[in-house]
């Protein structure tokens, strides 16, 4: 018999934030302000896993808009480092960073369809 190592889910707790956190995605008007609610809501969720974790470490936790990766740096690296290896969190990070680059794709090609109309006002007609 294969003994394998335990695997922890934290799947009930991107559950419980799962409707807030697409309702703030939602509620996003500029590009720029997205990766801000990702990282206030992926905060929230390594917080319910590790409750003892400072404020501070929320600047740790990044979105890179261009392909959608999270990163993860510093003091909060290294208090996640087991959670990171023996559990789904990446996995729900990346789910929720998904979510998030839809949101960001969505604002930037609507805001360049907007662009385009401002220029079409501009112009005078002879």
């Given at each position: 018999m294969i003994r394998r190592e335990k695997m922890y889910s934290y799947v009930k707790y991107e559950k419980e934030l799962e409707s807030d956190y697409r309702r703030a995605l939602d509620q996003v008007k500029r590009p720029e302000e997205v990766a801000d609610v990702f990282r206030e809501?992926?905060?929230k969720l390594v917080s319910m896993i590790y409750e003892d974790l400072s404020s501070d470490m929320k600047e740790h936790l990044k979105l890179t808009t261009d392909d959608g990766d999270v990163e993860?740096?510093?003091e909060l690296?290294?208090?996640l480092s087991e959670a990171l290896e023996k559990s789904d969190l990446?996995?729900?990070l990346k789910r929720m960073a998904q979510d998030a680059i839809n949101r960001y794709k969505k604002l930037k090609h609507d805001d360049e369809r907007t662009d385009l109309f401002r220029l079409g006002d501009n112009a005078r007609i002879h």
């Open positions: 809501y992926a905060f993860i740096e510093g690296k290294e208090k990446m996995a729900i």
